[in-house]
């Protein structure tokens, strides 16, 4: 019975798991719009400029399923604190009309790679799409290097691009929660990839993430003589406290299969994949990996790439970009 009752939870947490992971980025779609005139009018309400302080353009790089619009609340956080004016996004449709006027240096966009042409093709390609960007970004502010500050698969693809086309445009590279070498071992069962590759038809990059993967084996020898230009920020659960997401079902062998599975990760990636071998690196405890997560009771803040939610790793964010030499 005992057996039987484990099985149920293992399970039970197998279907949950893909279904947050599904739902994390399976929102109503909102089009891709810029937010120049917006911006624009209310300088023009303001006869007074506002001084940026970051001395390079800052291009965030979403995560897994994620969009680039999704990433405009840290864009919009960070305008706010004056390091840098937030630009919308930037995609391969764009050129140079998108920037008119030259931009100042200190311009922070959110980077689109997804599209329907390149589903599946792995994270090799999302880094080509990537490059178009940076040298966009370079091209309007006329920068010679730029930030990078990738969420979750994002700092894989920020890492893909310095490896395949050179390091030198990139002052810093930021990752936020990146599987730098895999997700939880606790996602690697099938029917989660039957299920990721069912609806999302994007299985490459999962099996990419794998732990000791080909793909991680590769990066991790091909970058390794320019870790200092990395930073990587992890965060981390020892709580514990929830019972199989809020299910009350046999509490005590739910703790112990929690406690077995999910401690010290924030339940996509673990601590340690986090920690990649020569960069600078930094730890928060009790941000979640996505908005999707957050119901576990254990995290009291939000997800990692929020920056108002997940105030301890934006400051980090915020301080490394005002230390970019």
């Not at 449709?93 to 790679?113: F, G, I, M, R, T």
């Not at 290097?145 to 930021?174: A, C, F, P």
């Amino acid at each position: 019975m005992k057996k039987i009752t484990v099985a149920i939870i293992v399970i039970l947490s197998l279907l949950l798991l893909a279904s947050a992971l599904l739902l994390t980025n399976c929102k109503a779609k909102t089009p891709d719009v810029h937010i120049n005139d917006t911006q624009n009018n209310t300088q023009a309400q303001n006869n007074t400029p506002k001084v940026f302080l970051s001395g390079y353009p800052i291009i965030l790089v979403h995560g897994w399923l994620g969009k680039a619009i999704d990433f405009s609340p840290y864009g919009l956080k960070l305008q706010e604190d004056g390091i840098a004016e937030y630009k919308g996004d930037l995609n391969r449709y764009d050129n140079l009309s998108v920037c008119h006027e030259q931009w100042p240096k200190s311009v922070v966009v959110s980077a689109e790679y997804y599209y329907d042409f390149n589903r599946n093709q792995g994270i090799q390609e999302y880094a080509s799409e990537l490059k178009s960007i940076i040298q966009l970004a370079k091209d309007c502010t006329g920068s010679e290097q730029v930030i990078l500050i990738g969420h979750s698969m994002g700092g894989l693809v920020s890492r893909k691009y310095m490896v395949d086309y050179g390091n030198t445009s990139v002052n810093k590279l930021i990752t936020l929660a990146t599987p730098h070498y895999g997700f939880n071992e606790f996602t690697r069962p099938e029917i989660i990839f039957m299920m990721l590759n069912f609806f999302t038809g994007r299985q490459k990059e999962v099996e990419q993430m794998r732990p000791k993967s080909d793909f991680l084996k590769e990066l991790d020898k091909d970058d390794i003589s320019y870790r200092g230009q990395i930073v990587s920020i992890g965060t981390f659960n020892t709580g514990n406290k929830t019972n199989l997401f809020g299910l009350h079902v046999a509490p005590s062998q739910i703790s112990d299969f929690e406690k077995q599975h999910f401690e010290n990760t924030d339940i996509i990636v673990s601590l340690d994949s986090t920690k990649l071998a020569g960069c600078k690196y930094y730890q928060v405890e009790g941000c979640s990996h996505t908005e999707i997560l957050d119901f576990k009771s254990v995290y009291p803040k939000g997800p990692i790439n929020d920056a108002r939610k997940c105030p301890d790793a934006y400051e980090i964010v915020k301080n490394e970009i005002l230390g970019a030499s």
